[in-house]
């Protein structure tokens, strides 16, 4: 329950002369320019650099250790404890800091698709162009519900207010903070722009598994059949990419609720990573960059103003922020009903994994606990080449709850609706990072499609002699020799050196896990 004293500060915040509330996305773009805090590209994009924060700092997330959910979270690495007294300190000094500042953004809008579990938010930011970006990436309201909109939760983002750990109990400068019983969401000292979203997210994985809905880190689209697809994947796996199909309708690209009646989309944009992006490659992406779009340490062309998506001198983690609609082919509203398809998408930097393999019912859930893949330099500050890590649900930095409560409703999700699982690997192939090659997105793509035309239902497999997995012997399309790792390996008994490494680290990752049935441990995972 938010106290007085916290709900008359921020009512009194938001009363100030110099509160623009709902600003318009020209006005938004006038204001980022005119104040210096971003460009226009030539394509009309407004363009902003994040200084040394390029990526999510979860070192510096909290939640606020509380009576009314403290004995729900799984406090731990990922969701650190911080008390109510430095919270209200914090959140006291940052108000202090706002309302000094000649003007302040506030958008108002909505998490969650679906009407009967949409979370209603505001976000208030001291930088215009950010403001741009929420206004981007959540649901916008219309006319009639911005009349009637009461926020259920803000945000409350100033980038250029840095704690004092001596004082302040941070680690850092930075600080992420979520309070469930305040409705809050603190961020100081960090401009990266993906903070405010995945600190909704965290709240929507907190909320929605009560009402018996399932929160995902996964795109979605929707076939002309009523098909619907979810891939899962942490960031740079190709979540993105993969779901904007111009054969296949857009749900979202990132954050979706499964419910009773199917699938939703909690935001209402897109924020798509950019490097080395090109119109042939993605064509979806490429033209949803335009005016109105937020790109992120994209470095542009001094004198033409145009982004060169082949630099990262900035960070490899370059971005780009469009509202859902920019991309042509989505679904309207964003929801469908339930998947028949389920893809588990890794970047593996051992370059071991089938580049696709269909999976059994304990296989699927040994892996969704896994979340393998590889941290991709730029994601997270610090990470600077790709490294090996296991990010349980493929969405361990955003889950509040235990791992094993949003296992166990997708595994009853699973059998109910007799959906299919497929682990595709968009990682290395032919050797290990360094080595190996980059998996060809075309050859990607057309085995996501041969799986979402139920070609590989009937096709001839063979198992992978380490991890047990089934992996066609023929797509039309992809050359022979990729859909088996080891024939793309030069020296067959390296790839099985490196393949058991591998095999090994996944055994040792799954003993974190000794509550899951042994029929899971036994039968999903590695066999040598």
């Given amino acids: 329950m938010i106290s007085a004293k916290i709900e008359n500060g921020l009512h009194e915040l938001l009363s100030g002369n110099n509160v623009n509330i709902q600003p318009s996305v020209a006005e938004l773009v006038e204001k980022a320019t005119s104040r210096g805090e971003a460009k226009l590209s030539a394509d009309g994009a407004l363009t902003a650099e994040t200084g040394k924060y390029t990526g999510r700092s979860p070192q510096d997330k909290y939640i606020v250790e509380e009576d009314s959910s403290k004995d729900k979270i799984d406090w731990g690495k990922v969701n650190r404890p911080i008390s109510s007294e430095i919270f209200d300190s914090l959140y006291k000094k940052v108000l202090k800091h706002l309302k000094a500042k000649e003007e302040l953004f506030v958008f108002k809008g909505f998490a969650g698709a ?29 006319a009639e519900e911005l009349k009637t909109h009461e926020a259920q939760f803000t945000v409350i983002a100033a980038p250029t207010f840095k704690a004092d750990p001596t004082v302040d109990g941070t680690k850092s400068e930075t600080f992420i903070i979520v309070s469930l019983e305040k409705r809050i969401v603190l961020i100081g000292g960090t401009e990266y722009a993906g903070e405010m979203k995945k600190s909704i997210f965290s709240v929507m994985n907190y909320l929605l598994p009560e009402r018996g809905i399932l929160p995902m880190h996964c795109s979605a689209n929707v076939g002309e059949e009523g098909d619907v697809a979810l891939f899962f994947g942490l960031s740079g796996t190709g979540k993105t990419t993969l779901s904007a199909d111009a054969d296949r309708k857009l749900i979202g690209d990132d954050e979706h609720g499964w419910s009773e009646t199917g699938v939703f989309n ?3 944009g897109c924020y798509a990573k950019t490097i080395n992006l090109s119109q042939e490659k993605e064509p979806e992406i490429y033209g949803a960059i335009r005016f109105g779009s937020v790109l992120e340490n994209v470095v542009l062309n001094e004198k033409t103003r145009k982004p060169d998506y082949d630099d990262n001198s900035l960070t490899e983690n370059t971005r780009a922020a469009y509202p859902i609609n920019y991309i042509d082919n989505i679904a309207v509203p964003s929801a469908a009903g339930h998947p028949k398809t389920i893809i588990f998408l890794t970047a593996d930097a051992f370059g071991v994994l089938p580049p696709i393999s269909k999976l059994t019912k304990e296989q699927a859930m040994y892996h969704f606990l896994s979340g393998f893949t590889s941290k991709l330099a730029g994601t997270e500050r610090g990470v600077t080449s790709p490294e ?23 595994g009853k999700k699973i059998d109910e609706h007799d959906a299919q699982v497929f682990l595709v690997n968009t990682g290395w192939t032919g050797g290990v990072y360094g080595v190996g090659q980059r998996m060809a997105l075309k050859h990607t793509r057309t085995m996501v499609r041969a799986a979402l035309a139920g070609e590989l239902n009937n096709t001839e497999f063979e198992m992978n002699a380490v991890f047990g997995l089934a992996m066609p012997k023929v797509i039309a399309g992809v050359p022979t020799e990729v859909l088996n790792p080891r024939n793309a390996w030069s020296d067959p008994a390296a790839y099985d050196q490196k393949a058991k490494e ?27």
């Fill in 266 to 268: 909690i935001e209402g």
């Fill in 114 to 142: 679906d009407k009967a579990s949409q979370l209603s938010i505001q976000v208030i930011n001291e930088f215009a162009w950010q403001n741009l970006f929420v206004h981007n990436l959540f649901i916008r309201p219309t």
């Fill in 388 to 410: 090996a890590t296991f990010s349980t649900c493929f969405g361990a930095p955003f889950l509040p709850l235990p791992a094993t409560v949003y296992a166990e409703m997708l």
């Fill in 502 to 528: 591998l095999a090994d680290l996944f055994r040792e990752n799954f003993t974190k896990f000794g509550h899951v049935s042994e029929e899971i441990t036994q039968k999903g995972g590695p066999i040598a």
